[in-house]
């Protein structure tokens, strides 16, 4: 699927020359991909394994009339997602 990211950053940049540090902080928008998929015990139980891939091809990032890019690439080999209303039933009320 597609995914809309939410970046804070805060760069330090220091010139040991010059004997200056700057220091600045923003934020950006970026968008993204979501791959994944979920290994599923039931239809019904109370918890999934799911694994996903999500790329952001290029976060956009200014400071100082500079640009920075980032590429990430996050991969989450297994997240248990748990459903408490399912586990109500399962494990009494």
Do not use: H
Not at 36 to 45: A, F, N, T
Not at 55 to 62: A, T, V
Not at 64 to 87: A, C, G, H, T
């Amino acid at each position: 699927g597609f995914g809309l990211n939410y970046i804070r950053y805060n760069f330090i940049t220091n010139d040991k020359e010059l004997n200056n540090r700057v220091e600045q902080s923003g934020e950006a928008y970026s968008a993204s991909l979501v791959f994944g998929w979920d290994i599923r015990p039931s239809e019904v139980e109370w918890f999934i394994l799911r694994t996903n891939l999500r790329y952001q091809p290029r976060g956009n990032m200014s400071s100082e009339n500079k640009n920075y890019f980032s590429n990430d690439l996050e991969f989450n080999f297994i997240q248990m997602v748990v459903y408490p209303e399912r586990m109500k039933y399962y494990f009494g009320k």
